[in-house]
């Protein structure tokens, strides 16, 4: 199917008025989430993943995805008004969008983000379609070990790229890959790690951990925080940036659609990281770099631009390899595989309608977010008035009647406790939730291909490195875990904590900040984290996996 | 002693990893050439119990959050909702649905008894609502509806 055929039926999924209202709802959703402080893109997709058992397929993306790059837009306004980041990838925004705003000029600030925002996600959009179908043509030569090897690479950049710490990343990495292997196993039919429980023959539900471990957990988490409620000061009028502004930031918001599309199609890119890199680049190439941190509109549009381009290329590697390449697109690869669709090379093929209309749906999204922003940003600000406590309240009750909703099982809803105390735990000992959602649903992939290449080779593991392509991957895992290793030491003898981009985020950071620096952003509140020394350590992190009935 | 106390996460996860592989070698490991259904599971036990090892020497200690009397507060949630659970399963949704919300908004958000009483009223019949009357989920019976 050439381009200009799939473009008309995606429109013609994409226009269909249901689907029309649920591009809507999703994009407004996570404008919203993206406002509220505490309640970030991953915690919403996760309490929602029952919702999708209800939707088709296609339906269930499209609203997925619309509040994930909403979340994007969303996140911009309260690091413009308050200088307080509603999820992670917005962290950068703070520091010269609250200086524009205190400097009076709160309107350009969010009008050239949302502007931005369009066009960077609208430059992914287009990116993705020229870039999918090749790819994937190329994926369907895959054998089991290019799948070995594409999904171990995912988890290892997972683990690497935006985390703080690799090596607890990776430890929980493991455990999502362990976890993945309770139930029956899927050659033999032997019961493992069961217990004799009845209710895991069938594994944990990845609906059951992910709402757990993202959504309880984070409100679990967020309940220690004292909170109070937000005023704003700032009057915001003239939205739509002048001719000047645009000028001063065209330039920005091009490099950062580029490399936002780039750095989200990496696995373990993403919005945090991309906005983080662009303001790097404009800081760079600016003549006079003193102005940024001071209200420089391109600090503002670069960041912008790239976080929205990279949350619309990070489908590349989902739709046409079936790997996703960050948390958030983990739970829409799970949303996907619980409503029976097969994710991987064959699916532009056999779904056109999934991955078409996803793409027509990300047209149409954007332009709403774009009418939605400029003129009702007034009334997303009155948002904040609404108290944390209320907002867990009713997203705690939600959570429980959902994964009840999934299976009809009493079971499910022990399972969220039962992460949702882990996932609480992970937070206050500094382990991260992403790399084990990740690995969990990827776990029975790496398995199955692990042992199908293990018996077409004889138990040869000179099988991974032979063939052309597994090996070529390899090959780039090992670099990448020979440079962060290097670097890692080099910046640990110059006192610096050993993780990638760190360097960068001192550089850019005119105060001290420490965004939450999740694959992608959850609870994204992290500026504002205090981390005091010592303390004791909980320790359940590992914990039983059996939630006891 | 509480100096490294901090240990315990990474000492947890190493036994817990140790564990896991025992119990994986029961379930028959097999050849590289025809893997049995241990194999796998035992490869990413020894993954987690060597990063668990590796975390217990090098881990740093600012990365684990102290205990404050939040804590005490959130065992106190989370109790909250084992009973929510418990109490569904006997008598359905709505009126475990209104205590939760009230124990919630009453202690964590502090909304006064004026507004904490109509939201965990009204919430809890419209989620009633949404999941059963428009969603179809098979709730167990209700005491407040005669089920």
Not at chain 2, 97 to 126: C, D, H, N, Q
Request: proline fraction near 6%; hydrophobic fraction near 50%; charged fraction near 15%.
């Amino acid at each position: 199917m050439g381009i200009a055929d799939g473009l008309g039926e995606g429109f013609s999924v994409a226009l269909d008025p249901t689907n029309i209202l649920y591009v809507f709802i999703g994009v407004l959703i996570g404008t919203v989430i993206g406002v509220l402080p505490g309640l970030g893109p991953t915690a919403t997709i996760a309490l929602l993943l029952p919702l999708t058992y209800e939707l088709e397929p296609v339906t269930s993306v499209i609203l997925l995805a619309g509040i994930y790059y909403g979340s994007m837009y969303g996140g911009t306004i309260t690091s413009v008004l308050l200088q307080l980041p509603g999820e992670a990838a917005s962290v950068v925004t703070t520091f010269d969008g609250y200086q524009m705003a205190k400097q009076g000029r709160a309107g350009p600030a969010l009008g050239i983000a949302a502007v931005g925002s369009f066009i960077g996600g609208t430059l992914a959009v287009v990116g993705l379609i020229l870039l999918a179908p090749p790819l994937a043509d190329l994926a369907v030569e895959f054998g089991a070990q290019e799948y070995v090897a594409l999904t171990a690479f995912g988890i290892l950049l997972v683990t690497y790229l935006g985390t703080k710490h690799p090596v607890k990343a990776l430890c929980m990495a493991a455990l999502g890959l362990l976890l993945a292997t309770i139930g029956q196993d899927l050659t033999t039919g032997t019961g493992r790690f069961t217990f004799d429980q009845v209710e895991l023959f069938d594994g944990l539900d990845f609906v059951a951990v992910a709402m757990g471990l993202f959504g309880v957990g984070e409100i679990l988490y967020n309940l220690e925080k004292t909170e109070k409620a937000e005023q704003i000061k700032s009057r915001i009028k003239n939205i739509w940036p002048s001719r000047k502004d645009f000028k001063d930031s065209s330039g920005a918001i091009a490099r950062g659609s580029v490399l936002g599309f780039f750095l989200g199609v990496l696995p373990g890119g993403g919005g945090v990281i991309s906005s983080l890199a662009s303001y790097g680049m404009e800081k760079r190439r600016a003549k006079d770099p003193s102005r940024f941190g001071k209200g420089a509109i391109e600090g503002v549009a670069g960041p912008e631009t790239a976080n929205n381009a990279s949350s619309t290329s990070a489908f590349v590697p989902l739709l046409t390899l079936g790997i996703p390449p960050n948390v958030v697109l983990a739970l829409i690869y799970g949303a996907l595989l619980i409503n029976g669709v097969q994710v991987g090379p064959q699916l532009i093929d056999t779904n056109p309608e999934i991955f078409w209309g996803v793409i027509a749906s990300m047209f149409i999204g954007n332009l709403m977010l774009l009418a939605l922003n400029i003129p009702l940003v007034g009334i997303f600000v009155q948002l904040l008035r609404v108290r944390g406590g209320i907002l867990a309240a009713f997203a705690l009750l939600i959570t429980m009647a959902g994964v009840f909703s999934v299976n009809n099982d009493i079971f499910d809803m022990w399972v969220v406790l039962a992460f949702g105390v882990i996932g609480w735990l992970m937070k206050k000992t500094g382990f991260e939730p992403g790399p084990l959602v990740l690995a969990f649903v990827l776990g029975a992939i790496l398995e199955t291909n692990f042992r199908r290449a293990m018996i077409t080779s004889d138990g040869q593991f000179d099988t991974f490195v032979t063939r052309p392509l597994s090996g070529t991957i390899f090959a780039l895992m090992a670099l990448v875990i020979v440079y962060s290793t290097v670097m890692g030491i080099r910046r640990q003898r110059r006192g610096r904590p050993p993780a990638l981009y760190s360097d960068q985020l001192d550089a850019a950071a005119p105060h001290e900040t420490a965004p939450g620096s999740e694959a992608e952003g959850t609870a994204g509140v992290g500026a504002t984290g205090d981390r005091a020394d010592g303390g004791g350590s909980p320790g359940a992190t590992g914990g039983s996996t059996r939630a006891e009935p | 002693m509480s100096k490294h106390l901090y240990r315990l996460a990474p000492l947890v996860l190493l036994l817990f990893g140790i564990a896991a592989m025992l119990q994986a070698r029961d379930l028959s490991l097999g050849e590289f050439s025809s893997p049995g259904p241990g194999l796998w599971p035992f490869l990413c036990a020894a993954l987690l119990s060597l990063t668990a090892a590796v975390l217990l020497i090098v881990d740093d200690p600012a990365d684990y959050e102290p205990w404050t009397r939040g804590t005490a507060g959130i065992a106190l949630g989370l109790l909250s909702l084992g009973i929510f659970i418990l109490l569904f399963q006997e008598i359905g949704f709505i009126i475990p649905a209104v205590l939760m919300l009230l124990i919630w908004l009453r202690l964590f958000a502090r909304e006064p008894w004026r507004w904490a009483v109509p939201l965990a009223v009204i919430g809890a019949v419209v989620f009633h609502l949404v999941f059963v009357e428009a969603l179809g989920v098979p709730f167990p019976d209700d005491i407040v509806l005669g089920g």
